[in-house]
């Protein structure tokens, strides 16, 4: 599988590198331009259409590396039975959830660029990740359950399941969407958490074989495909940003994040299997959980903006914009380790 991840990885860093100024004279040619203002940290008006260039990306290297690489082309084929009492209740494959997932980040980022150009109203972009994270569950991406020692699969009654999914999805793409407040910062987030699934997936290669080895190879191609858009945009997005990912970037990569983490992170124990994923993020999450609980007291919309993020307050204290991004950069990765000593040395 080697091969498919370098292919995905590279197609897409190129043609996130080569793609990205396109939508940048399309964010001018449309208007869709990102003004400044007193909550903003930027001084010039920049164009927002940079997740057009990082989903696109992201799908080419998949594509590509399915007609380049023969072992990813029959690793679509593998189907698995559903069996329940003796009868099989359904089929699994990983041709579908490979297309459920491009489906999922397709209405996300066309939504977000949409939100981008004529802002929605918040109830109309939740809705959107709803129906983003349901069409991801309906072709077999799903949080079905742990698997725990000596007790092996534990199932999620179906109704859990689909509950946990969701929040699940919808709290990677809105913490990346919140986390999306400096130059660089999302972006660069994004490209070392997706960098880390992919090693994650290539430390657990030695499930046996079955249905879960297989998602583990998918997820690592995917998790490559990620982090080479994300490093692509993150040349023209570090500071001073020619260009930002927007909406569309921020939910499409939080989507990204969150299905990878369902399908590439096996389930060695309960804590482990929760544990690494919200590990690689943590200072988004908590910068999010801050600003959840800040806003309540305060009587303000959950998804106000204001200027009371971790990364403002280094800003107040006198630090740059890039000083604070590298600092956090600093902090993903150190968590990053962690989490990949956590797999490593799994019981």
């Known amino acids: 599988m080697l091969q498919a991840q370098l292919i995905a990885f590279g197609v897409a860093l190129v043609c ?19 003004q400044p203002n007193d909550r903003k940290v930027h001084s ?10 990082i989903a696109c990306a992201v799908l080419l290297g998949v594509g590509t ?25 359904g089929i699994l494959s990983i041709k579908s959830q490979l297309i459920g997932l491009l489906m999922g980040g397709t209405v996300c980022v066309l939504v977000g660029m949409w939100d981008d150009r004529k802002p929605l109203p918040s109830l109309v972009k939740l809705l959107a990740q709803v129906i983003a994270a349901y069409v991801a569950m309906m072709y077999g991406i799903r949080i079905s359950g742990l698997a725990l020692p000596h007790w092996g699969v534990v199932p999620f009654p179906l109704g859990f399941s689909q509950i946990l999914t969701l929040l ?45 080895a297989r998602q583990l190879k998918l ?53 482990i299997s929760f544990l690494i994923p919200v590990l690689v993020i943590a ?16 009587g303000r919309g959950l998804m106000t903006a204001d200027r009371d993020h971790f990364h403002h307050r280094f800003l107040a204290l006198g630090w740059t914009q890039r000083e604070v991004v590298l600092l956090i950069y600093v902090i993903t990765l150190l968590l990053s380790i962690t989490a990949l000593l956590l797999t490593f040395f799994r019981g």
């Not at 200072?283 to 305060?298: H, L, N, Q």
């Open 65 to 89: 590396a399915l007609f380049q690489a023969p072992a990813f082309h029959r690793l679509l084929s593998f189907k698995h039975r559903l069996v329940e009492a003796g009868e099989v209740v």
């Open 168 to 212: 699940w999805l919808l709290g990677f793409m809105n913490t990346i969407n919140l986390a999306d407040g400096l130059d660089g910062l999302a972006s660069g987030i994004v490209a070392i958490a997706a960098g880390t699934f992919l090693f994650v997936a290539i430390l657990q290669s030695d499930v046996p074989s079955g249905f879960q």
């Open 219 to 271: 997820a690592s191609v995917l998790a490559a495909a990620t982090a080479g858009g994300g490093l692509g945009f993150l040349v023209y997005n570090f500071y001073p940003a020619r260009v930002f990912m927007g909406d569309g970037g921020a939910l499409f990569l939080g989507f990204m994040l969150g299905s990878i983490s369902i399908i590439g992170t096996l389930k060695s124990s309960a804590v």
């Open 16 to 34: 996130s590198l080569s793609l990205t100024p396109v939508f940048i004279w399309l964010s001018h040619r449309f208007g869709v331009l990102d």
């Open 283 to 298: 200072f988004p999450v908590t910068d999010v959980a801050f600003a959840m609980i800040r806003r309540y007291r305060k």
């Open 44 to 53: 010039r008006a920049t164009p927002r259409w940079g997740g057009g260039a």
